[in-house]
């Protein structure tokens, strides 16, 4: 019976790399989340501030490019 030695389609590096951008994912859509009212008949500015219309979204595509990167490098 031969030993067959299992082997992982990346190189370690591209999944520190995975990890990373996908973390940079989550924090681009944390960034994204609050800035509602408790009242709903109150209109709330705070849906229209730099950080939910021009920083949450570059962090994510940001991450998404981080992602392509990780997968698309070349293993050693």
Do not use: C, H, Q, W
Request: overall charge positive; hydrophobic content about 45%.
């Amino acid at each position: 019976m031969e030993d067959k030695k299992s082997e992982f389609l990346f190189d370690k590096v591209n999944y520190k790399i995975l990890l990373i951008g996908l973390g940079v994912i989550a924090l681009g859509f944390i960034l994204m989340s609050g800035g509602g009212s408790d009242d709903p008949t109150v209109f709330s500015e705070d849906i229209f501030n730099f950080r939910r219309i021009r920083l949450a979204p570059t962090t994510v595509l940001i991450g998404f490019g981080i992602t392509v990167f990780s997968i698309l490098k070349p293993n050693k």
